[in-house]
Structures are given as C-alpha cells and as structure tokens.
C-alpha cells in the first residue's frame, strides 16, 4: 500500500497558479499589437489586480494605455508597459472627483489625442457591515467610488468617442451585484448593482453613436493583498464550502478576467451592447 496523498488545501485549490501566472516583468514578454492597436484606453483603478491585469493585456493588444490610481503604483505599471515596448502615461486622479476626472480625461487628449476605451474599474468596499450600523458618510463615499466614478469618467470620455462614432466603456461591476456575495459588504453589493443599471440605461443612449457599453461581473478574484486577507480570514472549513460552491472549484485570477475586457473592447465584440459577461467559474449562471 502507498501513501495516501495529502488532499490540497483550501489555499491551494483557491487559485493553483497564483504565484506562477507570467507577467509583463518577463524579459522576454513583448508587445505584440493586436486588436487595439491604435486605440487609446483608460482604464482607471490600474495600479494594482484587475485593473492593472486589464491595463497589461490592453497594451498587448496594441493599446495606448492611461494608467490611472490614488498611488504611485500606477507610474510602475506605466513603466513596465514602455520598458516591454508599448506607449503608456500614469495619472495620479481620484475617479469620485469631478476635476481629477477631467485632468485625467484631458492629459489623455494632450498625450495620445483621443479616449476610444474606458474600463470603469476602479472601486473597493469595507468589510460586511450590518445595515443599522452604517453610517450616511461611509454609504456615500463607497458609492462614490463604485458607482458615482463609473458616471463621471464616462461622461467625460463620451463626446470625443461622439464625433468619432466609435467607443468602447466597460463597466467592471462583480457578482456581488449580480447574486450577493460572502466576503462584499450591503454598500459595495448595491453599488455594482447600480453599476449594472447605469450600463444598461447608457448603452441605450450612445448606441446610435457607434458607442458600445458592456459590464463584466467577476466573482472571487485573487486581485490583491486586500481580498487575499478576507479569504485567509475564513477558517479552512468555511473556504472548503465556498470553493464547493463554484463548479470549477477553485477562486478566480486578475488574468482570467483581463481578456475578457479585451474582447469587449475590441472589433469582435461589435454587436455586442448592454450585456453583462460572468466571470466567476460557474459560481453564479443566468
């Protein structure tokens, strides 16, 4: 009789290859300008998980990219993809900000002459929280970030991607406003749902304009050290029964969400409006 094998933990049947998934780091990853070649996209929250993942595969593609957060991580992103061979700028803005939004939007212009892609990605919430524990500050400033961002970033972009009559705004919104989800708080979940709407309604109106408005709805993506300390937090027990719970078995990575974006973004995808694509392994199916 052999030994029998240890059965892999919940750390390890969470995301097999999180810490083998190639990057942009890689010597020998160059660009490649595909799809989006010629185009120019924003992509705001890019300094770090999905955001930065996008950001990454939309210069593979060809893209001009805006790399955009609150922190300085955004510079090194933007560095990574000109020292692999693409062209990207950083700038530092606050999507909840109407004048950063505007900065952001004209830098764009000056630099790279058009906005033709906007991903809606940046955002984040607290921890579950009791609803009669909430108070009217926290609520506001999470739905700022998720929701009142997505609205003023596309607002900005929209009157260029008008006299171009062509666009592409992706709406990074999550299965939390889809289904609810166990590690979002009520304000984050309702935020994306939100988000789902304002997609919906917005690609009604800008359709006639060659304009495309699409959401992606991921489910629990090893983005970044934040969720990676929710998902530790559970005991090993409760992480068996969640990862149960997704048919793959397994939770999600920032690269298996970045296409995605990408084919959103790109000429494939043009009949494709007002839709919203899942990504969580079978997690949430309608």
Not at 85 to 112: C, N, Q, Y
Not at 123 to 144: F, H, K, N, Q, Y
Not at 231 to 236: F, G, L, M, Q, S
Not at 241 to 265: S, Y
Request: proline fraction near 4%.
């Amino acid at each position: 009789m052999g030994e029998e094998k240890a059965e892999p933990s919940a750390e390890q049947l969470a995301a097999p290859e999180l810490f083998n998934v190639r990057s942009m780091r890689d010597s020998d990853h160059k660009m490649n300008p595909e799809r989006l070649s010629g185009k120019t996209a924003i992509v705001t929250g890019s300094s770090r998980g999905i955001g930065r993942a996008i950001a990454l595969a939309m210069a593979r593609e060809g893209a001009n990219v805006v790399v955009n957060g609150r922190e300085e991580n955004a510079r090194t992103v933007a560095e990574m993809i000109r020292n692999a061979g693409g062209k990207a700028i950083a700038v530092i803005a606050d999507v909840a900000a109407e004048e950063d939004v505007h900065r952001m939007v004209e830098e764009t212009l000056r630099v790279f002459g058009s906005t033709d892609i906007l991903v809606n990605n940046a955002g984040g919430g607290g921890p579950p929280t009791l609803v009669e524990d909430i108070d009217v500050s926290a609520w506001e400033r999470e739905m700022r970030i998720n929701l009142t961002g997505a609205f003023l970033c596309s607002r900005a972009v929209i009157p260029e991607m008008k006299k171009k009559r062509w666009g592409r705004i992706i709406n990074m919104s999550s299965q939390a406003g889809r289904s609810g989800s166990e590690l979002a708080g009520i304000i984050y979940a309702s935020a994306k749902a939100g988000l789902l709407g304002f997609n919906r309604q917005l690609a009604r109106q800008v359709a006639p304009y060659g304009i495309l408005v699409n959401a992606v709805a991921p489910g629990v993506i090893l983005s970044g050290e934040r969720i990676e300390k929710k998902w530790r937090k559970r005991a090993d027990a409760e992480r068996q029964e969640m990862l149960k719970a997704i048919p793959l078995g397994r939770l999600g990575k920032p690269e298996e969400v970045a296409p995605v974006a990408v084919f959103l973004a790109s000429d494939d995808a043009s009949y494709i409006t007002g839709a919203v694509i899942d990504v969580n392994g079978g997690r949430f199916m309608m």
